[in-house]
C-alpha cells in the first residue's frame, strides 16, 4: 500500500493515443449550423511533418473551421490531436490544450494585429525567447515592410497587413502553420514574391503547411497534397495537380486550370514570344503570365479561359 497517493484531480490525464514525432494525425468532429440547416464536420487527416497541404472546397465546407479546432480557438466535440510527439487533444480523457500550448501559427483572413505595437514590435513579440532581434528585421525585409517598421498597423494597406500577419506568424517558428487564404488581398508579383519567400522558409524550418486557398496555382505552387472538403468531411486528397486536372473532382471553374509543360517557345506575328504546351493531354499555345522567360520542359499551369501561362515550381 502507497504510503501516498496523487488525489484524482492532481493527476494528468494520459492519452492512449500513439503521438510520433514526425507526424500530425488528427480526427476531430464538430458540430456546425451552416444556413442549409446542420453540418457535422468529421475530418481525420495523417499529415507527415513538413508536409504542405492545400485546403480547397466551396464557401461553408468547413475550411476555416477545421483551422480553428486546431488552433484550439474552437472547442472540437470530440475527436483527438496528436502533433508531433505531443497531444493537443483528447476529448476521450479530457485533454484539451489550449492555443498557446499548441505550436500553430495561424493567419486569417482578420489579421489580427497588436494595434498599440509598431510593424516591428508585433513581429518581436512572436519571436520565441531567445532569438536574435535582428530576426524580425530579416523577416520584415523578406515580406517588403523593412520601410514601414515603425508604423502602426492601422496605417498600413489592406496588403501591408496581410504580409505583416505572415511575418509575425512565421516569427513564431511554429511547427504548423494554419493560413486561412493569408495572400488574397495581394495582387500579381507581390503575392508570387511571397508564395516564393513561404516556400523557401517553410523549407528552412520544416515547418507543415496547411493553407486554406481558392487559387489552384497557388496550390499547386506551395503543396504536395490538396484536400478537398465537402460539406464538413473530406471529398478528395490527392496531388494537385490530379485534383485539379481534366476529369479531376474539383468544380468546373477550377478545371479550366489545367498543369502543363512548355514543349517550345515560338514567335507570334507581333514578335511576343508564345509556346506551344502540352496540358492534360491536350497541345495548345499560350501567351505566358508576366515576363516569364519560359524554357521547353519548364511545368506550367494554363488558364483555359485566355489560355495563359503560369510558370511553376515545385509541380509533381
Ligand atoms: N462556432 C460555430 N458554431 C456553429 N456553426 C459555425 C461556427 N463557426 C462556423 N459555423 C458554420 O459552419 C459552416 C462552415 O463555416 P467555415 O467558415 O468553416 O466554412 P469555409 O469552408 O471556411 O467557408 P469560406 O470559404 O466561405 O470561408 C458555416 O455554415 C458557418 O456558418
Redesign the pocket.
Known amino acids: 500500500m502507497p504510503l501516498f497517493t496523487l488525489p484524482n484531480f492532481l493527476r494528468r490525464p494520459r492519452s492512449s493515443h500513439p503521438a510520433p514525432p514526425e507526424r500530425l494525425h488528427f480526427h476531430l468532429r464538430k458540430r456546425?449550423?451552416?444556413?442549409s440547416g446542420p453540418?457535422e464536420l468529421d475530418i481525420e487527416l495523417d499529415i507527415a511533418r513538413g508536409e504542405s497541404l492545400a485546403l480547397l472546397?466551396p464557401?461553408?465546407?468547413?475550411?476555416?473551421?477545421l483551422l480553428r479546432l486546431l488552433a484550439g480557438l474552437?472547442p472540437a466535440d470530440g475527436g483527438y490531436i496528436a502533433a508531433f510527439g505531443r497531444i493537443w487533444l483528447d476529448s476521450a480523457c479530457g485533454i484539451d490544450r489550449p492555443p498557446r500550448e499548441r505550436r500553430a501559427g495561424l493567419v486569417f483572413q482578420d489579421y489580427a494585429l497588436f494595434p498599440n505595437m509598431s510593424v516591428l514590435g508585433n513581429v518581436r513579440f512572436a519571436l520565441p525567447s531567445g532569438s536574435p532581434a535582428r530576426r524580425a528585421d530579416e523577416l520584415l525585409e523578406r515580406v517588403g515592410l523593412a520601410g514601414l517598421a515603425n508604423e502602426r498597423p492601422a496605417r498600413l494597406s489592406g496588403g501591408q497587413q496581410q504580409r505583416l500577419a505572415l511575418a509575425r506568424a512565421l516569427a513564431a517558428e511554429p511547427e504548423l502553420l494554419l493560413l486561412d487564404e493569408p495572400l488574397s488581398a495581394l495582387d500579381g508579383a507581390l503575392r508570387r514574391d511571397l508564395q516564393d519567400a513561404l516556400a523557401a522558409l517553410r523549407e528552412r524550418q520544416r515547418t507543415t503547411l496547411l493553407l486554406?486557398t481558392h487559387d489552384p496555382g497557388e496550390a499547386l505552387r506551395l503543396c504536395e497534397r490538396a484536400v478537398l472538403?465537402e460539406a464538413g468531411r473530406v471529398a478528395a486528397d490527392a496531388p494537385p495537380a490530379r485534383l485539379f486536372g481534366a476529369g479531376g473532382p474539383a468544380d468546373a471553374e477550377q478545371r479550366l486550370t489545367l498543369a502543363g509543360r512548355v514543349l517550345e517557345r515560338i514567335a507570334a506575328a507581333d514578335g511576343s514570344p508564345l509556346y506551344r504546351i502540352e496540358a492534360e493531354g491536350r497541345t495548345c499555345l499560350a501567351r505566358a503570365a508576366e515576363r516569364a522567360g519560359l524554357e521547353p520542359g519548364d511545368s506550367v499551369l494554363v488558364s483555359a479561359g485566355d489560355w495563359l501561362a503560369t510558370p511553376l515550381h515545385g509541380l509533381r
Open positions: 456546425l449550423t451552416s444556413a453540418l472546397g464557401s461553408g465546407s468547413g475550411k476555416t473551421s474552437q486554406v472538403l
